[in-house]
C-alpha cells in the first residue's frame, strides 16, 4: 500500500499548507464584528476547485490500483508482459494531445479563436489516435496469447490501460462539448474557463499515463529498487 | 432529575453486570494467561473510564439544569485543563498498549523447542497432520490435493512419507509441550479458534499463517472456524484433546500404523 | 485575508451572489422530482436512506429470530440467514448512515449554515441522488435475482464472495452487489464534490473556517475523507468482479473447491482485505465525524452554552480524518498477515484513541456550567455519548493487537461496533431530525411521542448490545447460524440470546412511532417559528422556514461572530445569531484562554 499511502501524503501536505493558512489558531471567539477573512477578491472558480478535487479523487484511485499492482507482483505466478511497441506512439499522442490543448489555453489568452479551435480539434484527434493505439495494443496482445485470465500481469495491463481509457473517454465528452460550443461562440472569453479545465484534466491524464507506463514498464520498480538499495 | 437517575443506572447497572453475570471466558487451559491479564487491565481503565464520564454526565444534568434565573458559564477553552486531559488520556492509553504490545511480540515469537503441526481446513471440516518419527513435517501444494492425497502433500519430500494424516478427525496434543500450529486451507478462509487456548488465526489459501501455543491442561476442546467460510459456517467443528506425554505417544503410534496401512495399498 | 467590505454603520456588506433565475422553477417536476436545490435533493435522500433502514431493520429482525429462537422460523434457513446479515449491514453502513450523513444531513445544512444559496454545482448534485437511487436499486433488486442477495458477508472477503459454497457466489448476488457498490461510488463522488467545494468557495462573507459550526466541519473533513477512502473500494470491487466474471485470479489463489480443483493460481485473499480496510476503517470515522459535529452542536445549543474547546474540536477532528487512514490493518490481526505490522497498526489505533477522548471530555465539560435544556434533540445527544463513551472504550480492547486475538470475530466485535458506529450515530441522527425538523417542516415534533420514541431506542439499544459483549468474551463466534451444541456455553447464554432478540422486536417496533410522528407532525405538529431552539448558527436565520430555493431571499447573510455566542456575559439574550452585527459582550481579557 505504499504508492496510495504515498499519493495521499502528497495531498496531506497541501492539505496542511492550505490550513496552515486558514487561521486555524486562531480564536474566533475573540475576533467579531466586521473584521475577519473573506473569500479572495477575485476568487478561484468553483469548477477549478472541483476539478482539482476530482483529480485527487482519480489519482487516488489509479494509486490504489498500482498498490494492488505491487503487492499482486511479488507472488510467484507473476509473468511479465511484453509492452507492445505501439504503446511508445500512443504516448506520443497522448503528449501531442496535451501539448494542443495547453496551445489552446494560450490561444484563449491571445483571444486568438482560430487557434483555439485548431488546438482543441487536434487535441482531440490526437486523444482518439492515442485510444485507437491502445485498443490495437490490446488486440496484439490477445492475439499473440497474452489472455485477460491468464496470468495476473496481464489482467492488470488491461485493466490499468483500461481505466486510464475510461477516464480519457469521459475527458473526450467535455473536450466534445468545448469543440462544439467553440464553434457557436464569436469570444473566446466564454470558452476560456472551459479550455482550462480541459487542459488540466488532460495534462493530468498524460502524468498518469506515463506513472502507468513506467510502472506497466518495470521502470518504476527498478526505480523503487534503487532507493531503497541507496537508503540501506 | 429523572434523566440523571437514569445515567446513574445505566453506570452503576453495567458495573453490576459485569461482576454478577454469569457469562464469562472459559477458563484458560494453555500458556496465554497473559492476554487474560492484558484483558483484564483494559477492563478496569475503560470501566473506571466509563463510569466516571457517566456519572459526570448525570451529575451535569442534575447540578444545571435549565432553571428560568440560570445563566451558563461562559468559557470558550481552558488550555491547561484541556492539555492536562490529553496527558492523562495519553497515559491510560500507553497504560494499556504496552503490555499489549509485549505479550504481542511473545504471540508471534516462536519457541525453538516448538513442534511443527499442521490445521488444515477445507469447506466444512478439519484435517490435521502431524510430524512422524522425524518430528518434521513435509511440504504440500493444494493443486496435488487428489482423493488419496486430500491435504495435498509432496510425496517427492522423504520428510513427508511419516507424516501422520487425521482427516476429519480429532487432534490429540500433549499437555505442556510448545506447539506451532502451521494453518493452511484448501479453498476458503477459515480460523482455527479454540477458546481456551485463547489463541486464533485465519487461515488463509494460498498461504501458510501460524500461531503457537502450549496446552497447559488435559481435556477435550472445541475446534471452531471463527471466519466466516459458508454456508457450513457453524457446522465446522473440529476437536482437540490434550493429553498426557505417554497417552499421546500411545495415541500417535496407532494413527502412524493405520496411516501405513492405509498407504501401504495405494503404493501398490 | 482581506478585510471586509464596511457598509454605513459598520455593517459589512453581504457577498454579491446574484437570485439566479435557477432559484425559480417552473414546474411540479422540477420542484420536487428532478429539482437542483439541495434541501429537496437532501429530503429525497433522506426518505430513500431511511426506508433503506427499515428494510435493513427488518433484516435484523430476521436474524435476531434465527439467533434467540433457532429452528423455530423455518423459513430462516442458513442460506437466508447469511444474506440477511450481508444485506443488513451493507445496507446500514453504506446505503444508510454514509447516505444520510453526507447526502441528506450534508446536502440540507452545509449550504444553510455556511450561508450560501445552495451547492456550487446543483445539477452534479441533483445526478448524485439518482445515481444513488439506482445504486439501490440495484441492491434491493438482488433479492429478486435468481439465487438470491450476496451472503458472503459485508466485508465480501474472497475466495468465500465468489464460490459456490456462499450464497449468491456463483449466481448473480455478488455481482449486484458490487456494481451497486460502484454506482453508489460514483454518485457519492458526485455529491462529496459538492460538499467539499461549497464549503471551500461558496461561505458567506464573514465565515472564516473558524466560526464555521462543527457540523459543517464533521461533514466536510468526512466527505473528504469519502472521497479518497471509497476508490480503495472501487478497485476491490472491479478487480472482484474480474474475478468473478472473467476467471483472472487477482484474488483467487490454487483452490480445490468441495474436492474439485478451480482454474486460478496465486491469487491474493489478503489483497482484497487490505483495499477493503482501506475503504472500510476510514469509512467509520465516515460515519462517526459527521455524528460528532452534529452531536457537539445539539449539546452546545440545548445547554446554551458554547461548545467547551472548540479550537481543540477542530483539530481532533482534522487530527482523527488523517489518523485513520494509517489504521486500516487493525481489521487484521488474525488475518494471516505478517504478524509485525500488528505493532504499527495497534500504536496507530491507541494513538487516534486521544483526540477522540478529548472530544468526549470537550462534549461533558460543555454541559458543565450550562443551563441545561432537556429536549427531545438534547437526549439523544447524551444518549450518544454514553453509548459511544462505551463503543468507544471497547474499542481500545479490539485495537490493542493481542487483546484482539480471543475477541476478534467474536460477537465481542458485533456488540462493539453496532454500540459505536450503529447505535451512537443513530441516535445522533434522530437528535438531529428532532432538532432540525422544525426548519425542513415548520412545524415541530411532537414531544411526548419523541420522548417515548428516546427511552426504548436508548435503553432498549444499550439492553441489546451491553450484554451482547460477555457472550463475545466466552467466545461464541459471530456469523453463526446457530450456535448448536458448544460445550463452553452454558444454557444461560441461550436465554440472553432470546432476551436480546425480544429487546430487538421491541426497539425496532418503537420506530414506527418515530416514523409516524414525522408523518403526523407534518399537518398537526405545533408551528415552530424560524427559531424554536434560539440557536445562532445561520440555518435558523433565514427569513423564511422552510427556507425557498435560493435560501436567503434578497440579501446574503453576513457573518460577525462565532457560531457559539451563547450567555454571552452583557448581551440582552441568551444566544447572539451569527449574522447579528451588534457587539454586545464582556471585554475579552475577561476570558479563559
Known amino acids: 500500500m505504499a504508492s496510495i499511502l504515498l499519493f495521499l501524503g502528497l495531498l496531506a501536505v497541501v492539505a496542511a499548507w492550505w490550513l496552515a493558512r486558514q487561521g486555524l489558531a486562531s480564536k474566533p471567539w475573540l475576533e467579531h464584528g466586521a473584521t475577519g477573512a473573506l473569500p479572495e477578491a477575485d476568487p478561484i472558480p468553483p469548477s477549478k476547485i472541483g476539478l482539482g478535487i476530482f483529480l485527487a479523487v482519480v489519482g487516488s484511485l489509479f494509486a490504489l490500483f498500482i498498490s494492488a499492482y505491487a503487492m499482486r507482483m511479488q507472488l510467484p505466478d507473476w509473468r511479465d508482459v511484453p509492452i507492445p511497441g505501439i504503446l511508445w506512439l500512443n504516448t506520443a499522442m497522448l503528449a501531442l494531445s496535451s501539448l494542443a490543448l495547453h496551445g489552446a489555453g494560450t490561444a484563449a489568452g491571445r483571444d486568438d479563436l482560430p487557434g483555439l479551435r485548431v488546438g482543441l480539434l487536434a487535441a482531440g484527434i490526437s486523444a482518439l489516435a492515442f485510444l485507437s493505439g491502445q485498443l490495437l495494443a490490446w ?71 506515463l506513472v502507468f507506463l513506467s510502472v506497466l514498464t518495470g521502470w518504476a520498480g527498478d526505480f523503487v529498487d534503487i532507493c531503497r538499495q541507496l537508503l540501506t | 432529575m429523572a434523566v440523571a437517575l437514569i445515567l446513574v443506572l445505566v453506570a452503576i447497572g453495567s458495573v453490576v453486570f459485569h461482576l454478577v453475570s454469569p457469562w464469562w471466558w472459559t477458563p484458560i487451559a494453555s500458556n496465554w494467561r497473559y492476554i487474560d491479564s492484558t484483558i483484564i487491565i483494559t477492563f478496569w481503565i475503560t470501566g473506571a473510564v466509563f463510569v466516571a464520564v457517566v456519572l459526570f454526565m448525570a451529575y451535569c444534568i442534575y447540578r444545571f439544569r435549565h432553571q428560568s434565573d440560570r445563566q451558563a458559564h461562559y468559557e470558550p477553552e481552558n488550555k491547561r485543563l484541556e492539555w492536562w486531559l490529553t496527558i492523562v488520556t495519553g497515559l491510560g492509553v500507553a497504560a494499556m498498549l504496552a503490555p499489549g504490545l509485549f505479550v504481542w511480540r511473545q504471540f508471534i515469537t516462536v519457541p525453538d523447542d516448538a513442534t511443527d503441526i499442521e490445521v488444515f481446513g477445507q469447506q466444512w471440516q478439519w484435517s490435521f497432520r502431524l510430524p512422524g518419527a522425524d518430528g518434521r513435517l513435509g511440504t504440500s501444494d493444494t493443486r496435488l490435493i487428489s482423493p488419496d492425497n486430500p491435504l495435498g502433500l509432496n510425496k517427492d519430500d522423504p520428510k513427508s512419507h511419516d507424516d501422520v494424516v487425521i482427516e476429519g478427525g480429532e487432534l490429540h496434543l500433549p499437555v505442556g509441550k510448545p506447539v506451532k500450529a502451521l494453518l493452511r486451507s484448501a479453498d476458503v478462509l477459515h480460523d482455527f479458534y479454540v477458546p481456551e487456548f485463547r489463541a486464533k488465526m485465519d487461515m488463509v489459501p494460498g498461504q501458510i499463517s501460524y500461531i503457537w501455543f502450549t496446552p497447559t491442561r488435559t481435556g477435550e476442546y472445541e475446534i471452531l472456524c471463527a471466519e466466516l467460510c459458508g454456508v457450513g459456517h457453524p457446522q465446522m467443528r473440529g476437536k482437540v484433546i490434550v493429553q498426557e506425554a505417554s497417552d499421546y505417544q500411545a495415541w500417535l503410534q496407532d494413527q502412524a500404523s493405520r496411516n501405513f496401512a492405509r498407504l501401504v495399498p495405494a503404493a501398490n | 485575508m482581506v478585510d471586509m467590505p464596511l457598509g454605513p454603520a459598520g455593517v459589512g456588506v453581504p457577498a454579491d451572489v446574484e437570485d439566479v433565475e435557477l432559484y425559480h422553477p417552473h414546474s411540479w417536476v422540477t420542484k420536487y422530482v428532478f429539482s437542483q436545490d439541495a434541501k429537496v435533493i437532501a429530503i429525497q435522500y433522506s426518505f430513500v436512506a431511511l426506508s433503506v433502514g427499515l428494510i435493513a431493520l427488518v433484516l435484523s429482525w430476521l436474524m435476531r429470530l434465527q439467533l434467540g429462537f433457532p429452528g423455530v422460523f423455518s423459513f430462516i434457513d442458513a442460506n437466508a440467514y447469511y444474506q440477511f446479515i450481508t444485506m443488513h449491514g451493507m445496507m446500514m453502513v453504506v446505503y444508510v448512515l454514509t447516505a444520510l450523513f453526507l447526502g441528506g444531513f450534508g446536502n440540507y445544512l452545509i449550504p444553510l449554515m455556511v450561508g450560501a444559496r445552495d451547492m456550487v454545482f446543483p445539477y452534479v448534485n441533483m445526478l448524485s441522488f439518482w445515481v444513488y437511487l439506482l445504486a439501490v436499486l440495484v441492491l434491493v433488486g438482488s433479492f429478486f435475482a435468481p439465487g438470491g442477495p450476496t451472503g458472503a458477508g459485508w466485508t465480501l472477503y474472497p475466495p468465500q464472495a465468489i464460490l459456490s459454497g456462499t450464497p449468491g457466489g456463483q449466481e448473480w448476488g455478488i455481482i449486484m452487489m458490487l456494481v451497486s457498490l460502484m454506482i453508489f461510488i460514483i454518485g457519492f463522488t458526485m455529491g462529496g464534490l459538492n460538499y467539499v467545494v461549497t464549503v471551500l468557495q461558496a461561505r ?77 476503517h476510514p469509512e467509520v470515522y465516515i460515519v462517526a465525524l459527521p455524528a460528532f459535529g452534529i452531536v457537539s452542536d445539539l449539546i452546545s445549543t440545548h445547554a446554551r452554552r458554547n461548545i467547551f ?43 487516534i484513541a486521544v483526540p477522540t477522548a478529548i472530544k468526549v471530555y470537550n462534549w461533558i465539560l460543555t454541559l458543565w456550567r450550562g443551563n441545561i435544556h432537556l429536549t427531545v434533540p438534547m437526549l439523544f445527544a447524551l444518549a450518544f455519548i454514553v453509548t459511544f463513551v462505551n463503543g468507544g472504550l471497547t474499542g481500545l480492547f479490539l485495537g ?128 415552530s417559528g424560524g427559531n424554536p431552539w434560539r440557536a445562532t448558527t445561520l440555518e435558523w436565520q433565514t427569513p423564511e422556514t422552510p427556507p425557498p430555493h435560493g435560501n436567503w431571499g434578497k440579501d446574503l447573510p453576513v457573518v460577525y461572530r462565532w457560531a457559539y455566542d451563547y450567555s454571552v456575559p452583557g448581551a440582552d439574550q441568551d444566544f447572539l445569531p451569527q449574522n447579528q452585527p451588534g457587539i454586545t459582550r464582556a471585554a475579552p481579557g475577561s476570558l479563559h484562554g
Not at chain 1, 469521459?170 to 476560456?192: F, H, N, P
Not at chain 3, 485470479?249 to 480496510?277: C, T, Y
Not at chain 3, 482523527?320 to 495497534?346: E, Q, T
Open chain 1, 139 to 209: 488486440r496484439q496482445l490477445t492475439g499473440e496469447g497474452y489472455l485477460l485470465a491468464a496470468n495476473p500481469a496481464n489482467a492488470f495491463f488491461y485493466v490499468l490501460t483500461g481505466v486510464h481509457g475510461l477516464h480519457l473517454l469521459g475527458g473526450l465528452v467535455a473536450l466534445g462539448r468545448t469543440i462544439e460550443r467553440s464553434w457557436r461562440e464569436t469570444a473566446t472569453r466564454s470558452l476560456r474557463l472551459s479550455v482550462e479545465l480541459c487542459a488540466t484534466y488532460w495534462h493530468f491524464l498524460f502524468l498518469a499515463w
Open chain 3, 204 to 280: 458567506a462573507r464573514g465565515m472564516t473556517l473558524m466560526r464555521m459550526p462543527l457540523t459543517v466541519w464533521g461533514i466536510f473533513t468526512a466527505s473528504f475523507m469519502a472521497l479518497l477512502a471509497f476508490p480503495a473500494l472501487f478497485v476491490g470491487a472491479v478487480m472482484m468482479l474480474f474475478d468473478r466474471i472473467f476467471g483472472t485470479s487477482f484474488f483467487m489463489p490454487a483452490i480445490v473447491e468441495m474436492g474439485q480443483p478451480l482454474e486460478r493460481n496465486g491469487g491474493s485473499p489478503l489483497l482484497f482485505q487490505h483495499l477493503f480496510w482501506f475503504f472500510g
Open chain 3, 309 to 351: 474547546g472548540y479550537r481543540m474540536m477542530v483539530w481532533a477532528l482534522l487530527a482523527i480524518g488523517a489518523l485513520s487512514f494509517v489504521v486500516w490493518a487493525h481489521h487484521m490481526y488474525v488475518s494471516g498477515m505478517n504478524p509485525y505490522f500488528g505493532f504499527f497498526f495497534a500504536t496507530t489505533t491507541l494513538i
Open chain 3, 400 to 527: 490493542n493487537v493481542v487483546v484482539d486475538v480471543p475477541l476478534s470475530d467474536t460477537m465481542f466485535v458485533v456488540a462493539h461496533f453496532h454500540m459505536v458506529m450503529g447505535v451512537a450515530p443513530i441516535l445522533v441522527i434522530f437528535g438531529a431530525i428532532y432538532h432540525w425538523y422544525p426548519k425542513v417542516t415548520g412545524r415541530m415534533l411532537d414531544d411526548t411521542l419523541g420522548k417515548i420514541h428516546f427511552w426504548v431506542t436508548f435503553l432498549g439499544a444499550y439492553a441489546i448490545f451491553f450484554p451482547m459483549h460477555y457472550l463475545g468474551l466466552m467466545g461464541i463466534p459471530r456469523r453463526y447460524y446457530e450456535l448448536g451444541e458448544m460445550a463452553f456455553v452454558p444454557p444461560s447464554a441461550h436465554t440472553l440470546n432470546a432476551f436480546i432478540t425480544i429487546v430487538a422486536l421491541i426497539v425496532g417496533a418503537t420506530q414506527l412511532v418515530f416514523v409516524f410522528n414525522l408523518f403526523w407532525s407534518l399537518r398537526h405538529g405545533r408551528p
